[in-house]
């Protein structure tokens, strides 16, 4: 650093607006955030020099659709063209990085920038995440892949922060895919100790900071614009301290970075909706300063992110590099975690990834329809506004204060109800797609006991595997589109004495639906042909066994196999008590059951849980007095299920395991999964449940979790010094996905929580965690040997996730589309812009006319990383003409950048990369590639 110059701040304008937490959109909307962009239109307009920063899109387009007269949107368009008004990230949302998915974190930033693209001809090249909790690796890869220049995160453990401010090292070029490495790498801004709000101390004066506007009132905005909190003018009298302290905290900040400029942000949450006013106050303040520069030592200008990075960029220093190690979870004091919020409202976080896979299915769908049937019966608009109502519900909630669960309680609801409304749309479109439209005139599809139903396969992979119906009857014979008949199981259910649950065996071609029809009856099967093929289980009920008559364990032993597996359950205890892997012939001694953590809820008593934070005075106690247990032995599928009941002699049970132990029937991978569901609640106020596996693996406290579906990280035990036991939440958070060679000796997943506290900040806002709904969860646990489970681990995932569909209806079959083991179909979908691919003729014509129909967008990723696997971890190389043969025929192909807005082969991000070409429609996909493609097809109209 120059130390004779001065030092140069950046003040950038912005408001962070969140798209949901306390206040609905719609309360948002009107109290405050319509008024930022009408606010900040006029006073960009007025004076040349200032700036602002539009991050969140939900927001933006709110505004622009429905708010903006045609004369703001001339406004916008022009300070868009002179770059002060500067759009960031581009997203929806500023997604959680935590708990979001890949697929849903690119879906939320492909909306953002198609919209933003198609409106302005602009393309985001920066990042702001502000607020999210804590920082993931695979998230600054995305970004890359989206062509932005550098990244900026805040919210990381307060105690590396204070190191990474003091070593001067908050700046560094991330390397986040150990796979990818330099070639997606991304310069990283963390934000000092005073993060994303203006520092809020006035030395002076009663009110705070720089927020002259004051703070946003709910629900209306006050008649006379009096807000309260406002700061003080800045006058004759008061210029000079507010120099002095705005110079005093630019040169603090200064001494924590390597260049003289200072990133000011200025503006916090809520801000900007009286712009004139801030503003009008700032813009005498900085003319002050910088007459006043020499003895200030600093001078300051309005900026946006995008001028502030540019100027780092051209220091031209040697940063540091950083590699796929992540910031979770993150800490803000010793003796806590924002692990909390990893099993915050699990409800609305299940709704949000059953959302997501019809989502992913309907799109699929809909894109093979589109190019089978241009001119079919389903209205394409009518369709396209059905698929987009779901996009932007999925978009919504990956918000930070969303799939997270740490909104109030009427906030939740209205994702909740975005989601369900949308779902119900898009399963009206699947619908209608599945009546054949060289049939129409077909109308009814049940008859009598005769149902018939069309299974759906949204994966681009051929597979066998298991579905589950709940019906009415207790026999039924199951046939496929041949009319033979199908391994199939029925039992009673374990949800409600009335219905019975039907297991059908299923083979599907990738993207392919297959016709079932269901032959019910009220007696056992015994006359149709099917029922050869039909197996009704039995179950078989175990005594009730109390915990305090443990004393001898493990003397009566009662196997249940599969191909894979032998799972022995102690008749003492009615637990889990090992798992032998067949193939190898290993045991492991394993037990599950329910722990409770007893959470504080009184400040005054130490340190409390909340939606967020997971904090705990004591150790976890034994949630259950008795365990009940029954077997139902299967052809198809055994399944065991427990009962834990908190006190001996309850008729009710409070928690319980469903075990399923699939047979092989043909497909080896089906039996190595043992799927299991978890029913948790209601919960006693103030309990936090966590599932215990204890297990006699040995691991030295290391495990394996995963980034956003994305990537596995290691996770050894590190201890801090000030910050010890925030190191040992990390084994008691809720992972979506664990690595199973990693159990730890006694592992706990979070599974659900309630809670209520008096701190007053939670009381003021709601966001207490008052949750009595019950939940269901499901997670597949796999064993084996590292080198066996590491093959597996991926596509069970994605398995897991993307379901078949089952929807009542008719169809013909349709050519499967299959892609090798190691490549997954991330999208097929029509996003319905209308640009031109082209940048300079975009940039030309008139943007955001009729929806473009025959532009369909392909996504691919290798799942597997760099070394994995001998075979899978190959680069592949695939024909995509012929890959998508069963589609259609493929005319153009055009490979594009992750969110669609930039041509490969023009994309020059600051750290260069180079483009390839695809005239013979060959790719070659590297491992933990994600590839997106712009497809025509020959069929559509081009
Ligand atoms: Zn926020």
């Given at each position: 650093k120059a130390e004779d110059q001065p030092i140069q701040a950046f003040v950038i304008p912005h408001s962070h607006m969140d798209v949901g937490w306390v206040y609905t959109i719609q309360e948002s909307m009107h109290a405050y955030a319509a008024n930022v962009y009408s606010s900040v239109t006029e006073e960009l307009s007025k004076v040349k020099e200032r700036r602002f920063i539009a991050v969140e899109q939900e927001f933006f387009r709110l505004w622009w659709d429905t708010v903006a007269s045609d004369s703001q949107k001339k406004q916008v368009r022009q300070l868009v063209k002179e770059g002060r008004l500067e759009f960031i990230i581009g997203g929806q949302v500023m997604h959680d990085e935590a708990v979001t998915d890949l697929d849903d974190q690119i879906l939320q930033l492909t909306e953002g920038h198609g919209f933003l693209y198609e409106t302005f001809g602009v393309r985001p090249r920066f990042s702001w995440h502000v607020d999210p909790f804590g920082a993931s690796a695979a998230t600054p890869v995305l970004f890359a892949l989206a062509g932005f220049n550098a990244h900026l995160i805040s919210r990381v453990d307060y105690d590396l922060k204070d190191g990474m401010q003091r070593d001067k090292k908050l700046q560094f070029v991330w390397r986040g895919s150990p796979s990818l490495k330099a070639q997606q790498e991304i310069f990283t801004h963390t934000m000092d100790q005073f993060s994303y709000c203006t520092p809020s101390q006035l030395p002076f004066s009663n009110s705070s900071g720089?927020?002259?506007?004051g703070v946003a009132l709910f629900p209306n905005p006050p008649k006379d614009g009096v807000y309260p909190n406002m700061s003080l003018p800045v006058t004759k009298e008061t210029i000079q301290p507010y120099a002095k302290t705005m110079v005093e905290n630019i040169k603090r900040r200064a001494a924590?970075?390597?260049?003289?400029h200072v990133l000011w942000p200025w503006g916090c949450d809520k801000q900007f909706y009286n712009s004139s006013v801030q503003f009008g106050n700032m813009d005498p303040l900085m003319k002050y300063i910088n007459q006043n520069s020499k003895e200030f030592g600093v001078t300051v200008r309005y900026a946006t992110l995008g001028e502030y990075f540019q100027s780092v960029h051209q220091t031209n220093l040697t940063w540091d590099v950083r590699g796929s190690e992540d910031f979770l979870p993150y800490s803000t004091e010793p003796y806590q975690a924002w692990t909390g919020f990893y099993a915050s409202r699990n409800v609305l976080k299940g709704a949000a990834r059953r959302a997501s896979s019809l989502l992913h299915a309907a799109e699929t769908l809909f894109t093979r329809y589109r190019i089978s049937f241009p001119d079919g019966p389903v209205a394409k608009d009518w369709a396209l506004d059905k698929l987009r109502a779901l996009r932007w519900a999925v978009s919504e909630v990956q918000h930070h204060d969303g799939i997270t669960g740490t909104e109030s309680p009427k906030v939740a609801e209205m994702y909740t109800q975005h989601l369900m409304e949308a779902m119900m749309g898009v399963e009206e479109l699947l619908a209608a797609l599945f009546l054949l439209p060289h049939n129409p005139a077909f109308s009814s599809v049940d008859e009598g006991l005769e149902q018939h139903v069309i299974i759906y396969n949204p994966l681009a992979w051929n597979i066998t595997t298991l579905v589950n119906m709940t019906v009415a009857f207790p026999s039924a014979a199951v046939y496929d589109d041949g009319g033979q008949p199908v391994p199939a199981q029925i039992q009673r259910s374990a949800r409600s004495n009335a219905s019975y649950d039907l297991f059908v065996v299923v083979e599907l071609g990738g993207l392919q639906n297959r016709k079932y029809a269901i032959r019910f009856s009220e007696t056992a099967c015994s006359e149709q042909p099917g029922c050869a093929r039909m197996y009704a289980a039995k179950g078989v009920a175990f005594e009730r066994r109390s915990v305090k008559n443990w004393g001898k364990k493990g003397r009566r032993l009662l196997p249940v196999l599969s191909e894979c597996y032998k799972l022995m359950f102690d008749q003492d205890t009615n637990l889990l008590h090992s798992v032998t892997y067949l193939q190898e012939k290993r045991r492991v001694r394993v037990t599950q059951d329910f722990w409770e953590y007893n959470a504080n809820g009184d400040v005054k008593a130490g340190p409390i849980s909340d939606n967020y934070i997971f904090s705990t005075n004591g150790s976890a106690v034994r949630a259950y007095k008795a365990v009940q247990m029954e077997i139902i032995p299967g052809k198809i599928v055994t399944e065991v299920r427990q009962y834990f009941y908190r006190w001996d002699s309850d008729k009710d049970y409070a928690y319980s395991i469903t075990t399923r132990v699939p047979k092989c029937f043909g497909a080896a991978p089906q039996c190595q999964r043992l799927e299991q569901t978890y029913s948790l609640g209601p919960l006693r106020l103030n309990t936090e449940v966590v599932l215990r596996t204890a297990s006699s693996l040995k691991n030295n406290q290391t495990l394996y979790t995963d980034d956003n579906g994305y990537q596995m990280m290691r996770r050894t035990y590190r201890k801090f010094s000030n910050n010890t036991l925030a190191r040992i939440c990390v084994s008691i958070f809720i992972f979506r996905r664990f690595s199973s060679?990693?159990?730890?000796?006694s592992r706990r997943v979070m599974l659900h929580r309630r809670l209520w506290n008096n701190l007053a900040w939670n009381l003021g806002y709601n966001l207490t965690l008052n949750d009595s709904s019950v939940v269901r969860p499901t997670l597949w646990m796999v064993l084996g040997s590292v080198s066996e489970t590491s093959k597996l681990h991926q596509r069970a995932a994605i398995e897991l996730q993307h379901r078949p569909v089952v929807e009542p209806g008719l169809s013909s079959p349709v050519s499967p589309v299959v892609l090798p083991p190691n490549l997954h179909l991330l999208s097929l979908s029509v996003p319905g812009w209308n640009y031109s691919s082209a940048h300079d003729v975009h940039l030309s014509k008139n943007l955001r006319s009729e929806p473009d129909f025959d532009r369909v967008l392909l996504r691919i990723m290798h799942l597997f990383e760099e070394g994995?696997?001998?075979?899978?971890s190959k680069p592949v190389t695939i024909n995509l003409k012929e890959v998508l043969q069963g589609v259609g025929e493929v005319k153009v192909l055009e490979e594009r950048s992750l969110t669609g807005t930039w041509d490969i082969a023009r994309l020059q991000r600051w750290t260069w990369k180079t483009g390839r070409d695809h005239k013979d429609f060959t790719v070659t996909i590297s491992p933990k590639e994600v590839r997106t493609f712009f497809v025509h097809f020959s069929s559509g109209s081009l």
């Amino acid at each position: 650093k120059a130390e004779d110059q001065p030092i140069q701040a950046f003040v950038i304008p912005h408001s962070h607006m969140d798209v949901g937490w306390v206040y609905t959109i719609q309360e948002s909307m009107h109290a405050y955030a319509a008024n930022v962009y009408s606010s900040v239109t006029e006073e960009l307009s007025k004076v040349k020099e200032r700036r602002f920063i539009a991050v969140e899109q939900e927001f933006f387009r709110l505004w622009w659709d429905t708010v903006a007269s045609d004369s703001q949107k001339k406004q916008v368009r022009q300070l868009v063209k002179e770059g002060r008004l500067e759009f960031i990230i581009g997203g929806q949302v500023m997604h959680d990085e935590a708990v979001t998915d890949l697929d849903d974190q690119i879906l939320q930033l492909t909306e953002g920038h198609g919209f933003l693209y198609e409106t302005f001809g602009v393309r985001p090249r920066f990042s702001w995440h502000v607020d999210p909790f804590g920082a993931s690796a695979a998230t600054p890869v995305l970004f890359a892949l989206a062509g932005f220049n550098a990244h900026l995160i805040s919210r990381v453990d307060y105690d590396l922060k204070d190191g990474m401010q003091r070593d001067k090292k908050l700046q560094f070029v991330w390397r986040g895919s150990p796979s990818l490495k330099a070639q997606q790498e991304i310069f990283t801004h963390t934000m000092d100790q005073f993060s994303y709000c203006t520092p809020s101390q006035l030395p002076f004066s009663n009110s705070s900071g720089f927020y002259w506007n004051g703070v946003a009132l709910f629900p209306n905005p006050p008649k006379d614009g009096v807000y309260p909190n406002m700061s003080l003018p800045v006058t004759k009298e008061t210029i000079q301290p507010y120099a002095k302290t705005m110079v005093e905290n630019i040169k603090r900040r200064a001494a924590w970075f390597r260049t003289n400029h200072v990133l000011w942000p200025w503006g916090c949450d809520k801000q900007f909706y009286n712009s004139s006013v801030q503003f009008g106050n700032m813009d005498p303040l900085m003319k002050y300063i910088n007459q006043n520069s020499k003895e200030f030592g600093v001078t300051v200008r309005y900026a946006t992110l995008g001028e502030y990075f540019q100027s780092v960029h051209q220091t031209n220093l040697t940063w540091d590099v950083r590699g796929s190690e992540d910031f979770l979870p993150y800490s803000t004091e010793p003796y806590q975690a924002w692990t909390g919020f990893y099993a915050s409202r699990n409800v609305l976080k299940g709704a949000a990834r059953r959302a997501s896979s019809l989502l992913h299915a309907a799109e699929t769908l809909f894109t093979r329809y589109r190019i089978s049937f241009p001119d079919g019966p389903v209205a394409k608009d009518w369709a396209l506004d059905k698929l987009r109502a779901l996009r932007w519900a999925v978009s919504e909630v990956q918000h930070h204060d969303g799939i997270t669960g740490t909104e109030s309680p009427k906030v939740a609801e209205m994702y909740t109800q975005h989601l369900m409304e949308a779902m119900m749309g898009v399963e009206e479109l699947l619908a209608a797609l599945f009546l054949l439209p060289h049939n129409p005139a077909f109308s009814s599809v049940d008859e009598g006991l005769e149902q018939h139903v069309i299974i759906y396969n949204p994966l681009a992979w051929n597979i066998t595997t298991l579905v589950n119906m709940t019906v009415a009857f207790p026999s039924a014979a199951v046939y496929d589109d041949g009319g033979q008949p199908v391994p199939a199981q029925i039992q009673r259910s374990a949800r409600s004495n009335a219905s019975y649950d039907l297991f059908v065996v299923v083979e599907l071609g990738g993207l392919q639906n297959r016709k079932y029809a269901i032959r019910f009856s009220e007696t056992a099967c015994s006359e149709q042909p099917g029922c050869a093929r039909m197996y009704a289980a039995k179950g078989v009920a175990f005594e009730r066994r109390s915990v305090k008559n443990w004393g001898k364990k493990g003397r009566r032993l009662l196997p249940v196999l599969s191909e894979c597996y032998k799972l022995m359950f102690d008749q003492d205890t009615n637990l889990l008590h090992s798992v032998t892997y067949l193939q190898e012939k290993r045991r492991v001694r394993v037990t599950q059951d329910f722990w409770e953590y007893n959470a504080n809820g009184d400040v005054k008593a130490g340190p409390i849980s909340d939606n967020y934070i997971f904090s705990t005075n004591g150790s976890a106690v034994r949630a259950y007095k008795a365990v009940q247990m029954e077997i139902i032995p299967g052809k198809i599928v055994t399944e065991v299920r427990q009962y834990f009941y908190r006190w001996d002699s309850d008729k009710d049970y409070a928690y319980s395991i469903t075990t399923r132990v699939p047979k092989c029937f043909g497909a080896a991978p089906q039996c190595q999964r043992l799927e299991q569901t978890y029913s948790l609640g209601p919960l006693r106020l103030n309990t936090e449940v966590v599932l215990r596996t204890a297990s006699s693996l040995k691991n030295n406290q290391t495990l394996y979790t995963d980034d956003n579906g994305y990537q596995m990280m290691r996770r050894t035990y590190r201890k801090f010094s000030n910050n010890t036991l925030a190191r040992i939440c990390v084994s008691i958070f809720i992972f979506r996905r664990f690595s199973s060679r990693c159990v730890q000796s006694s592992r706990r997943v979070m599974l659900h929580r309630r809670l209520w506290n008096n701190l007053a900040w939670n009381l003021g806002y709601n966001l207490t965690l008052n949750d009595s709904s019950v939940v269901r969860p499901t997670l597949w646990m796999v064993l084996g040997s590292v080198s066996e489970t590491s093959k597996l681990h991926q596509r069970a995932a994605i398995e897991l996730q993307h379901r078949p569909v089952v929807e009542p209806g008719l169809s013909s079959p349709v050519s499967p589309v299959v892609l090798p083991p190691n490549l997954h179909l991330l999208s097929l979908s029509v996003p319905g812009w209308n640009y031109s691919s082209a940048h300079d003729v975009h940039l030309s014509k008139n943007l955001r006319s009729e929806p473009d129909f025959d532009r369909v967008l392909l996504r691919i990723m290798h799942l597997f990383e760099e070394g994995e696997d001998p075979e899978l971890s190959k680069p592949v190389t695939i024909n995509l003409k012929e890959v998508l043969q069963g589609v259609g025929e493929v005319k153009v192909l055009e490979e594009r950048s992750l969110t669609g807005t930039w041509d490969i082969a023009r994309l020059q991000r600051w750290t260069w990369k180079t483009g390839r070409d695809h005239k013979d429609f060959t790719v070659t996909i590297s491992p933990k590639e994600v590839r997106t493609f712009f497809v025509h097809f020959s069929s559509g109209s081009l």
